[in-house]
């Protein structure tokens, strides 16, 4: 039975999360298995999310009867398992009576962290979301930075800039700012945003060296998803002043 390098960065990812949602769910009060169910939604949505919207950016080449291959094959898109995770578990939380700005805030290091062993998954199956070629951009460096994926999924034989690794160093950053904030941060929602505007800052950045071609005024899809991120993560620290989180959420302490 093969194991996927990218599937199993993907679990190891998810794995972190858990580990770092059930930390900070419990410092909260938060029940028991919240976090386990909520991970595991979380997982099932990133996956569906993130095939279906990159399905939809490639809508010729599942024409015809390679409509069967949507859920097979390499292709995912970070933004469309962002969205239908924050729906999916914001529907979840409401059922179990849990104010959405509170678990968005305590699980957004997790986010950040399962970005990063998502690049490194990117790196290890060469899915084609490397860079442009080194001597284009100039550059001379010597490999990991710079190097040629002939056997990855999307193959390339041309020496070309590694931008999984630079977004997982970024991750690496980012998810220790996080952890460095996340108590020290007492209006809700204002993590999660510095979260969506770090990294929308980081991917717009990064895209400039990337091979995703230009959706309008020579920026990529990417890059416009990014300023709606930065958009409305600054929406979300003018809008947390008047955000009231019910003090019942104590009721899921444990007695003492």
Request: proline letters at 5%; aromatic letters at 14%.
């Amino acid at each position: 039975m093969p194991v996927n390098s990218y599937g199993l960065l993907l679990v190891c990812g998810f794995f972190c999360g858990y580990l770092l949602c059930r930390r900070e769910f419990k410092y909260h009060g938060f029940p028991a298995d919240f976090a386990a169910t909520f991970v595991s939604l979380a997982m099932i949505s990133a996956i569906v999310g993130s095939r279906l919207f990159h399905v939809l950016e490639h809508l010729d080449e599942y024409s015809g009867r390679r409509w069967v291959n949507i859920f097979a094959g390499s292709g995912f898109s970070w933004y469309g398992g962002v969205v239908l995770v924050i729906i999916t578990t914001i529907w979840y939380a409401r059922k179990r009576g849990i104010h959405w700005a509170t678990f968005i805030d305590a699980a957004s290091p997790a986010c950040a962290i399962g970005y990063g062993f998502g690049r490194i998954g990117c790196f290890l199956s060469g899915d084609g979301c490397y860079g442009q070629p080194c001597a284009r951009l100039g550059l001379s460096w010597p490999a990991p930075l710079c190097m040629a994926f002939p056997t990855g999924a999307i193959p390339t034989s041309e020496i070309v800039f590694n931008t999984p690794l630079i977004e997982l160093a970024g991750a690496i950053l980012l998810f220790g700012h996080l952890q460095y904030m996340q108590r020290r941060i007492k209006a809700p929602v204002v993590l999660f945003a510095q979260m969506l505007i770090i990294h929308s800052v980081m991917r717009f950045a990064v895209e400039f060296i990337r091979l995703n071609p230009p959706l309008a005024l020579g920026l990529s899809q990417a890059q416009w998803l990014s300023i709606a991120g930065v958009g409305i993560g600054a929406y979300l620290i003018k809008l947390s002043p008047s955000i009231q989180i019910p003090v019942e959420k104590k009721k899921f302490s444990k007695k003492r």
